[in-house]
């Protein structure tokens, strides 16, 4: 009896040992898997071990590019056999930038753009924020929407805000509203739709389509848009202002997002539309920096309003055709056959 007991103490070392041993390994084939992991899916994040290979860098970039929405024409891959080709005898970034040039513009259209380390991605970084203004005037409310090119919340937040309250503000006394998209060349559009939330009946208000004809559906709630179950720019519960009629003024600066704005008014009863054709960038892009910091603006999907219409990258037609001088004064002379202003 007393040999066994240094005996299983023996073995319960040896247990622990083992034990030991084998959470170690463990460890250490968990690190490497997970380091295995970071290296392959790391870069989709923006996230690197090492700096990339020339060759990684442009396979990095292909595989990003394959989701432009028009990467299933003809064009495509022989223009993607050249970006990888040109890759295999570049010794830096910047030599594979023209063929980056042509495969952004080839899989992602005329709304796309190839941005080069150490440029300004656009005016967005140091442009101003023009200020959204709603006024009054003889029962009739107009909403100007400029572009929302500023990428800080705040600025974004103050853009919704501002347009939200004034329609809050303006409710009580106003017979037909006036939304005026003239001019107004894009940025982002959750600002300007949050800030019309009131304006637009909750539910479906646009889809982004990809190539394989699968939908983002963009939605009105009472705080804001959604896509998804995400609320990006949130102005708090609104009460609708609805059921008068809403005139939209357009012309052929009203692009990107600002035609977004301008497809969500479609379909929705009591809107008529006034001015020239729209700009025809009716698509959504997405943004992607590669290593070096230079940044793939890829459009990925068209815009497909709530009639079931797929604008494709065209020129979104007025209902009422106007000089853009003259489409405020045929709005309001509108507004006025429909009861409103005198």
């Known amino acids: 009896m007393t040999a066994a007991g240094p005996e299983r103490k023996s073995r319960r070392r040896r247990r622990r040992l083992v034990g030991a041993t084998v959470a170690v390994g463990a460890l250490a084939a968990v690190t490497v898997v997970g380091v295995f992991a970071l290296d392959v899916y790391g870069p989709r994040f923006g996230v690197y071990l090492v700096p990339p290979s020339v060759q990684k860098y442009a396979e990095?970039?292909?595989e990003r590019l394959d989701r432009g929405y028009h990467t299933d024409s003809a064009e495509w891959p022989p223009v993607r056999a050249a970006l990888l080709?040109?890759?295999?005898?570049?010794?830096?970034y910047a030599e594979?930038?023209?063929?980056?040039?042509e495969a952004v513009a080839v899989a992602g259209g005329p709304h796309s753009r190839f941005i080069p380390s150490g440029e300004e991605r656009s005016a967005e970084a140091t442009a101003s924020v023009p200020a959204p203004t709603v006024s009054s005037e003889g029962g009739i409310t107009t909403v100007v929407l400029p572009e929302m090119l500023?990428?800080?919340a705040d600025d974004q937040d103050a853009y919704a805000i501002t347009v939200a309250d004034g329609i809050d503000r303006a409710a009580a006394g106003t017979c037909g509203w006036i939304v005026d998209l003239r001019g107004n060349v894009g940025g982002n559009m959750y600002p300007m739709l949050s800030g019309v939330t009131a304006l637009l009946p909750d539910g479906p208000a646009l889809s982004f389509r990809d190539r394989h004809g699968s939908d983002a559906v963009v939605t009105v709630r009472p705080n804001g848009v959604a896509l998804g179950e995400n609320v990006f720019v949130d102005v708090g519960d609104r009460a609708k202002a609805t059921g008068v009629p809403v005139a939209v003024l357009q012309d052929d600066r009203t692009a990107s997002s600002g035609e977004s704005v301008l497809a969500s008014f479609r379909g929705v009863d009591g809107v008529r539309t006034f001015g020239t054709p729209s700009a025809g960038y009716t698509s959504a892009n997405a943004s992607t920096t590669l290593y070096d910091g230079a940044t793939l603006v890829l459009t990925e999907s068209a815009y497909v309003d709530r009639t079931g219409r797929n604008h494709d990258e065209r020129s979104i037609d007025p209902d009422q055709p106007a000089t853009a001088s003259a489409s405020e004064d045929e709005a309001r002379a509108w507004l006025r056959e429909q009861g409103c202003g005198g």
Request: charged letters at 10%; aromatic letters at 4%; glycine letters at 4%.
């Open 60 to 62: 990095i970039a292909v």
């Open 96 to 101: 594979l930038y023209p063929a980056l040039g």
């Open 150 to 152: 500023s990428t800080d």
């Open 85 to 92: 080709e040109a890759a295999a005898h570049a010794s830096t």
